[in-house]
């Protein structure tokens, strides 16, 4: 009974050495998830830029700023000259805490009844709740803190949560199930036939992607009423740009999805690789779960240009902050560049492997 035991065990050992797919999940995927998260599941503030507007300008109101910048939480970005610039950085996603010092804070700090007025991006209800808690931990003296959360001033969660979600269904849809229907073609060894018919590689991915474009399109579409009727959230922004960041995002996650299809082989591969390189990124490095803020500064710099960050910021800025439509420009510009590169390394895969089943 062992030894037979011990027979299939070892012809198990012989599979999994074989099989490339079951030595990456066995091996280098738990390395990867563990080097991956560790620098996203924090739960402090890390470097949180934060600028000051100083009508007292004192000694005491400069140890303010400097207690805080020297802190590893804030980062001092910066004076401020009036209250309009201070909102203009506020609505355009430029600053998400922004700090007014009153005239004769230095004298008022003494008795207690210094007045700080701290203005926080409340689109991210986890951030603003721990800028609140350690700010009050910094200015224990005081007992006028005045908080101002921009953009939710209610507090309300779905503000966060919702913008996350959409992003996820968009990347279900766009990516995922075309994805699975490229695969399927292949599989079934219908890809050849779509081959042999007098239309280019293009045509044929045009074609494949349509459907799921407007599909998606109408999700986003769903999304404003059920925004609206169901937790009060309007649109504040043009709809125009709403649509052309979903519709961007849509022909990103399409062009990833595509990628991942055009040179895997079978729906397990697929479905681990859309999990790994589509799910595990876009859900945790974004600001969904996690604030950005709270990441190692070496993982914030790669989260700021993954399309979900870009998405998650442009329809705060659009959805929340009616701020103006030049402040989306860059994010569309990052989607768009990460589109083309994608689909020209997309097409190369499936010019080579598409007919093959």
């Given amino acids: 009974m062992i030894k037979r035991i011990i027979t299939i065990a070892k012809k198990e050992v012989i599979l999994i050495w074989r099989d ?7 091996i280098a995927l738990p390395a990867v998830i563990i080097a991956i998260l560790g620098g996203v599941l924090s739960f402090g503030l890390e470097d949180s830029k934060f600028y000051l507007l100083d009508y007292d300008n004192s000694t005491a109101s400069k140890e303010f700023a400097q207690n805080l910048d020297i802190s590893s939480e804030f980062d001092f970005a910066g004076y401020l000259s009036t209250e309009s610039e201070l909102e203009s950085l506020l609505k355009n996603g430029e600053a998400k805490i922004a700090i007014i010092l ?3 804070f230095e004298k008022d700090i003494l008795s207690n009844n210094s007045r700080v007025d701290v203005f926080v991006d409340a689109s991210d209800l986890l951030f603003s709740l721990a800028v609140e808690q350690r700010i009050k931990l910094s200015l224990s003296k005081s007992n006028l803190l005045n908080y101002s959360y921009e ?8 503000v966060r949560s919702v913008p996350g979600l959409i992003m996820i269904v968009l990347i279900i849809i766009s990516s995922v199930m075309l994805s699975l229907s490229v695969n399927r073609e292949r599989e079934r060894g219908t890809s050849r036939l779509l081959i042999l018919t007098p239309i280019s590689i293009d045509g044929i991915i045009i074609g494949k992607s349509v459907p799921y474009i407007f599909i998606a399109l109408l999700h986003s579409l769903s999304v404003l009423f059920v925004s609206k009727w169901i937790y009060g959230i309007e649109l504040q922004g043009a709809g125009f740009n709403y649509f052309a960041m979903c519709m961007l995002f849509i022909i990103n996650s399409i062009c990833f999805g595509l990628l991942i299809a055009a040179w895997v082989k079978s729906e397990v591969e697929l479905l681990i690789g859309c999990w790994l390189f589509l799910f595990i990124p876009n859900v945790f490095f974004s600001s969904f779960i996690y604030p950005i803020e709270t990441m190692a500064e070496v993982t914030r710099s790669i989260a700021s240009f993954l399309p979900s960050t870009l ?7 659009v959805l929340f902050r009616n701020a103006q439509a030049s402040s989306t420009y860059f994010n569309f510009l990052i989607l768009f560049a990460q ?13 080579k492997n598409f007919g093959r089943k």
């Avoid at 490339?20 to 999940?25: G, R």
């Avoid at 998405?311 to 800025?317: C, G, I, M, P, T």
């Avoid at 589109?339 to 010019?351: E, H, M, N």
């Fill in 311 to 317: 998405f998650l910021d442009s329809y705060k800025n």
């Fill in 339 to 351: 589109s083309v590169i994608i689909y020209l390394f997309a097409k190369v895969g499936f010019a």
């Fill in 102 to 104: 009153h005239k004769g």
């Fill in 20 to 26: 490339k797919l079951s030595m990456i999940i066995l």
């Fill in 151 to 158: 953009f939710n001033p209610e507090l309300k969660n779905e």
